[in-house]
């Protein structure tokens, strides 16, 4: 039985850091891959996987965190401009792997799937505090859960809450035999008694797939879709292991307070099948909607990456596909795709990718020595217009409810733009009562900037109880018509001031390209990676192996290598890599 004594150590083994004696990043960076990243404090942070430069540099692993400064502006769609990005030497301690994941509490950020015991698993866990620049290898109450192999699943985080959540396993047979099912969650609302859990109770077996933090029910749920369903045999791999691509209509919820996972079956636009996507969440000004946004993947058995943009729109777990405007990388074929780049979503505004891989054809042509401004570092989505920006503003402005979104699911009558979505379930209804209340429940955005706050779940529908009494009636000034003109009042200035509020929303917005959608909308009714990532002890160093595996990833001067389609690549990796490589 486990103790349920709770105890914690944390050591600083790096002194402090002043970013102004960092030394800047060498030149332009022209491509990233297999990064994780994370917003904290007005600052886009990442670390870990391979970078090009355009002074010709490569690496694998860099042992930099670089970051971002989301209070100014500066150009996408293109290389990271060496002005614009700032580094941070990581120290020896710290070894950096791939992708994994960060979490994130107050100014710390936490390094998932990243030790100073590689390839170890342990109960510690690596941060960096961003206000005093040091690093830390903290201890973390729950278990030996910091798996260097576990680095193929996906994350979110609260960052009201100090919550972080990690599902997928790496795959199984990876690294020394570790194959760990289930969510982590991660505790670090207080940072001198960190705690995380990993709870496999009808936990869904994914990799790769897209995970999504929504504010609703007593402490928020997860959505994950997509990906791959770990425990699928096919003939085309070896010993029948492994490998299958998830129906993108089946949505998984977990609901936070109960630790319970639903599944719900989504209607709409369905997008193809697909791993290594990724997601940013929206909120509609009223939260009475949330939309989803989800971009690039690949599909390892079509041998196809993807360029487009999906909404997943909840509560009504529809999907619709986006015509986006301005996406220079769609120009460049009919079969172009981006897949594995690092997602992050500013004011829930700004969708950054940062990084991943890009194929024309059967072919990746970024990566390795090779830049070229046509296959960007760092791109921006608005996920108000779905217009590709060729500039990060920092003021672009509050988040709106798109056109598409609103004609689907319903809007304030003369503003739908602010929200009022009419639609408050799947089409059908949920298949579970209890569902039904976990999304009725909106939770309360904080009224102070601190990131710790109680969070009070609130109805998303009004109820009232009548008001009876026995007591004898008597003459008495005539209340209702008082009472009637007062909401009339009220009403008709809501109506006005609303009205005024659009009005001005609509003229600020700026002329970043036309909303656009496959299909026209009538307005809705009320209805109802074994090592999925190469293994990362060998920090990067692929090799050559035979034509019975899956396609190898990259020589060991960091050189992408050749890619071909099932089943006759010319190089092969070994099961499960499953990345496009």
């Given at each position: 039985?486990?103790?349920?004594?709770?105890?914690?150590?944390?050591?600083?083994?790096?002194?402090?850091?002043?970013?102004?004696?960092?030394?800047?990043?060498?030149?332009?960076?022209?491509?990233?891959?297999?990064?994780?990243?994370?917003?904290l404090?007005?600052?886009?942070?990442?670390?870990?996987?391979?970078?090009?430069?355009?002074?010709?540099?490569?690496?694998?692993?860099?042992?930099?965190?670089?970051?971002?400064?989301?209070?100014?502006?500066?150009?996408?769609?293109?290389?990271?401009?060496?002005?614009?990005?700032?580094?941070?030497?990581?120290?020896?301690?710290?070894?950096?792997?791939?992708?994994?994941?960060?979490?994130?509490?107050?100014?710390?950020?936490?390094?998932?799937?990243?030790?100073?015991?590689?390839?170890?698993?342990?109960?510690?866990?690596?941060?960096?505090?961003?206000?005093?620049d040091?690093?830390?290898?903290?201890?973390?109450?729950?278990?030996?859960?910091?798996?260097?192999?576990?680095?193929?699943?996906?994350?979110?985080?609260?960052?009201?809450?100090?919550?972080?959540?990690?599902?997928?396993?790496?795959?199984?047979?990876?690294?020394?035999?570790?194959?760990?099912?289930?969510?982590?969650?991660?505790?670090?609302?207080?940072?001198?008694?960190?705690?995380?859990?990993?709870?496999?109770?009808?936990?869904?077996?994914?990799?790769?797939?897209?995970?999504?933090?929504?504010?609703?029910?007593?402490?928020?749920?997860?959505?994950?879709?997509?990906?791959?369903?770990?425990?699928?045999?096919?003939?085309?791999?070896?010993?029948?292991?492994?490998?299958?691509?998830?129906?993108?209509?089946?949505?998984?919820?977990?609901?936070?307070?109960?630790?319970?996972?639903?599944?719900?079956?989504?209607?709409?636009?369905?997008?193809?099948?697909?791993?290594?996507?990724?997601?940013?969440?929206?909120?509609?000004?009223?939260?009475?909607?949330?939309?989803?946004?989800?971009?690039?993947?690949?599909?390892?058995?079509?041998?196809?990456?993807f360029?487009?943009?999906?909404?997943?729109?909840?509560?009504?777990?529809?999907?619709?596909?986006?015509?986006?405007?301005?996406?220079?990388?769609?120009?460049?074929?009919?079969?172009?795709?981006r897949?594995?780049?690092?997602?992050?979503?500013?004011?829930?505004?700004?969708?950054?990718?940062?990084?991943?891989?890009?194929?024309?054809?059967?072919?990746?042509?970024?990566?390795?020595?090779?830049?070229?401004?046509?296959?960007?570092?760092?791109?921006?989505?608005?996920?108000?217009?779905?217009?590709?920006?060729?500039?990060?503003?920092?003021?672009?402005?509050?988040?709106?409810?798109?056109?598409?979104?609103?004609?689907?699911?319903?809007?304030?009558?003369f503003?739908?733009?602010s929200?009022?979505?009419?639609?408050?379930?799947?089409?059908?209804g949920?298949?579970?009562?209890?569902?039904?209340?976990?999304?009725?429940?909106?939770?309360?955005?904080?009224?102070?900037?601190?990131?710790?706050h109680?969070?009070?779940?609130?109805?998303?529908?009004?109820?009232?109880?009548?008001?009876?009494?026995n007591?004898?009636?008597?003459?008495?000034?005539?209340?209702?018509?008082?009472?009637?003109?007062?909401?009339?009042?009220?009403?008709?200035?809501?109506?006005?001031?609303?009205?005024?509020?659009?009005?001005?929303?609509?003229?600020r917005?700026?002329?970043?390209?036309?909303?656009?959608?496959?299909?026209?909308?009538?307005?809705?009714?009320?209805?109802?990676?074994?090592?999925?990532?190469?293994?990362?002890?060998?920090?990067?160093?692929?090799?050559?192996?035979?034509?019975?595996e899956?396609?190898?990833?990259?020589?060991?001067?960091?050189?992408?290598?050749?890619r071909?389609?099932?089943?006759?690549?010319?190089?092969?990796?070994?099961?499960?890599?499953?990345?496009?490589?």
């Open positions: 039985m486990r103790s349920s004594f709770t105890w914690h150590f944390s050591l600083v083994l790096f002194p402090v850091i002043c970013r102004s004696t960092v030394p800047a990043a060498t030149g332009d960076m022209c491509f990233a891959d297999d990064v994780r990243a994370t917003i404090n007005d600052v886009l942070y990442f670390m870990g996987g391979t970078y090009s430069f355009v002074n010709g540099d490569t690496t694998s692993n860099e042992k930099f965190l670089y970051y971002l400064n989301l209070t100014t502006s500066f150009p996408v769609e293109g290389y990271i401009p060496v002005n614009s990005l700032h580094s941070i030497p990581v120290p020896s301690f710290v070894e950096s792997t791939n992708q994994g994941a960060f979490f994130t509490s107050g100014d710390i950020l936490y390094s998932y799937s990243t030790g100073s015991a590689f390839p170890n698993a342990t109960d510690t866990i690596i941060s960096y505090n961003t206000v005093t040091t690093w830390s290898n903290s201890k973390v109450s729950g278990g030996a859960f910091n798996i260097a192999g576990r680095n193929g699943g996906f994350t979110t985080t609260n960052l009201d809450t100090g919550m972080g959540f990690y599902l997928g396993t790496g795959s199984p047979g990876d690294q020394n035999g570790w194959n760990l099912q289930g969510l982590l969650v991660f505790n670090g609302s207080d940072s001198n008694a960190l705690k995380w859990a990993n709870q496999t109770d009808n936990a869904p077996n994914i990799d790769t797939g897209s995970m999504a933090y929504i504010p609703l029910s007593k402490e928020g749920v997860l959505l994950a879709f997509g990906g791959v369903d770990t425990t699928a045999t096919s003939d085309l791999f070896q010993n029948s292991c492994c490998y299958g691509t998830r129906d993108m209509s089946i949505i998984n919820v977990y609901d936070i307070a109960t630790n319970t996972w639903y599944s719900v079956t989504a209607s709409g636009q369905i997008p193809p099948q697909r791993e290594l996507a990724c997601s940013v969440v929206s909120a509609s000004p009223d939260s009475s909607s949330f939309q989803v946004t989800m971009y690039q993947g690949w599909n390892l058995l079509k041998g196809q990456a360029e487009d943009v999906y909404v997943l729109t909840i509560p009504s777990f529809r999907w619709i596909k986006i015509s986006d405007t301005g996406n220079t990388e769609q120009e460049l074929g009919q079969i172009t795709g897949f594995g780049g690092a997602c992050s979503i500013w004011n829930d505004r700004q969708m950054i990718v940062v990084g991943g891989g890009f194929r024309i054809g059967d072919t990746q042509v970024n990566g390795g020595t090779s830049c070229n401004t046509s296959y960007p570092a760092i791109r921006v989505l608005d996920t108000s217009t779905y217009a590709w920006q060729t500039q990060f503003q920092s003021d672009l402005g509050a988040y709106e409810v798109p056109e598409p979104m609103y004609n689907l699911i319903g809007g304030n009558l503003c739908s733009a929200g009022g979505a009419t639609a408050t379930g799947p089409v059908g949920f298949n579970n009562t209890d569902l039904n209340k976990i999304f009725a429940l909106t939770i309360k955005s904080p009224t102070s900037t601190s990131n710790t109680s969070s009070t779940p609130t109805s998303a529908t009004n109820s009232s109880s009548p008001n009876s009494s007591s004898p009636t008597h003459k008495s000034t005539p209340i209702g018509p008082i009472v009637g003109g007062i909401i009339g009042g009220i009403a008709f200035l809501a109506f006005v001031c609303g009205g005024i509020w659009c009005l001005n929303r609509h003229r917005r700026p002329d970043s390209g036309t909303i656009s959608s496959t299909n026209t909308y009538k307005k809705a009714e009320l209805d109802g990676i074994g090592e999925y990532r190469k293994t990362v002890g060998e920090m990067g160093v692929g090799k050559d192996v035979e034509r019975s899956l396609p190898g990833r990259e020589n060991g001067a960091g050189q992408a290598l050749g071909g389609e099932l089943p006759g690549q010319e190089l092969v990796y070994e099961l499960p890599d499953r990345r496009p490589y």
